[in-house]
């Protein structure tokens, strides 16, 4: 059976690459007849890792094409995600899977509600990849994907292709708790990464802004996730040292003029916070801030 992927980005470059090159069979869906143009002139997708480079010419096409689609690996932003789907929901059968890359939460269960005859899974991934041209990708962190569905449900029978391809993954049960709590870490650094224009380790010297964030992000996954909220605080300052010379992925977003995920982020946080009446101060005028500083430099604010 075949791989599709939509969103031929950073990260969906990285996993078309990787099963390809373990002699899987993967497809991309691009955008237009343009980007299709683009693509075959571009020779195929280009992953760069440190001095490696290859290359790998995928087979492509559009959207339109008539083609059953049975696995499609989603790798676009989490604001394109319904768009994206909506374009080959035609092309998905009953029982098709659908594999979710998207940060944050609230694309997840959009894309569920227009595809209710299909398994859809979340993914929360901490490797790293950025373009660096069109089709032309940096695969420039390490890290490990966790998947699984809500409800849960056992591994699919194609779950071992991701080892043989060397995509760290494992399989879990508690796949929204994870998606928590990358939200809640997300929520505690990257907003005033952007605000106080630092990198990571720049958050030291306001320790007690991200201290209040943590405490109130806490109060939020008591509702949501409980198990994420397991000492967050500690984590956060683990990252933030783990990480203390990069800047944010949100304040990078906002220095190149890119769209952010916000309203996947820290907006999906408020609205969670008030459907369940709680009252998150420090949250609230944090998403207000970040808003109005988007807002200011023309950036979409949702
Ligand atoms: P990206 O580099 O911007 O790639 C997104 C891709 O989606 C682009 O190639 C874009 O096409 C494509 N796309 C959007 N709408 C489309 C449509 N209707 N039809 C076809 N293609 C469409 O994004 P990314 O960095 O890979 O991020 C994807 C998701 O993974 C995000 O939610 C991100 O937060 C998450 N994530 C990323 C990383 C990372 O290191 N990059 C790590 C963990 C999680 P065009 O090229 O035509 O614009």
Same mark, same amino acid.
């Given at each position: ?7 031929a ?6 996993? &078309? ?11 991309l ?10 693509y075959l ?13 290859q290359?790998?010419a ?5 959207a339109s094409d008539?083609?059953p %689609?049975r696995? =499609?690996?989603?790798?676009? @932003?989490?604001? /394109? #995600?319904?768009? #994206?789907? &909506? ?9 098709s899977?659908? %594999? ?13 509600? =227009? ?5 859809? %899974?979340?993914?929360?991934s901490?490797?790293? &990849?950025?373009?660096?041209? +069109? ?21 699919? +029978?194609?779950?071992g ?13 508690? %796949? +929204?708790?994870?998606l928590?709590? @990358? ?10 990464t952007v605000?106080h +224009?630092?990198?990571?380790?720049? =958050?030291?010297?306001? &320790?007690?802004?991200?201290?209040m964030?943590? /405490? ?11 198990e ?19 800047y944010s992925?949100?304040?990078? /977003?906002?220095?190149q003029?890119?769209r952010?995920?916000? /309203?996947?982020?820290?907006s999906?946080?408020?609205?969670? #916070?008030e459907?369940?009446?709680?009252? =998150? ?12 500083y ?5 950036l979409?604010?949702?």
């Open positions: 059976m075949s791989w599709h992927l939509l969103g980005g950073s990260l969906g470059s990285l996993w &078309a690459a990787r099963l390809s090159a373990a002699g899987h069979s993967v497809e869906i691009l955008r237009n007849e343009q980007r299709l143009t683009d002139r571009a020779g195929g997708l280009q992953v760069r890792q440190g001095e490696q480079v290359r790998h995928l087979p492509a096409g559009l008539p083609l %689609i696995r =499609l690996l989603l790798a676009c @932003k989490a604001y /394109d #995600a319904t768009s #994206a789907i &909506a374009r080959v929901a035609t092309r998905l059968q009953p029982g899977q659908v %594999i979710l890359l998207q940060n944050g939460l609230g694309s997840q269960q959009a894309v569920a509600e =227009l595809l209710p005859e299909c398994q859809c %899974i979340c993914a929360s901490t490797e790293g &990849a950025y373009r660096e041209n +069109d089709f032309q990708v940096v695969f420039a962190g390490q890290g490990h994907t966790w998947l699984g569905t809500s409800p849960t449900s056992p591994a699919p +029978d194609w779950f292709e991701l080892a043989s391809a060397g995509i760290p993954a494992s399989w879990v049960d508690d %796949i +929204d708790a994870r928590w709590r @990358k939200l809640a870490l997300n929520c505690a650094i990257n907003p005033l605000l +224009d630092c990198r990571n380790v720049g =958050l030291r010297a306001h &320790a007690a802004e991200v201290q964030l943590c /405490d109130e992000l806490c109060r939020l996954l008591a509702c949501c996730a409980p994420a909220a397991l000492g967050l605080h500690e984590t956060v300052w683990q990252v933030i040292d783990a990480t203390a010379t990069n992925s949100m304040y990078q /977003d906002v220095q003029g890119r952010t995920e916000i /309203d996947y982020l820290l999906h946080a408020c609205r969670s #916070a459907q369940h009446g709680l009252t =998150l101060p420090a949250l609230n005028q944090l998403q207000q801030r970040l808003q109005h988007l807002q200011q430099r023309g979409p604010c949702r």
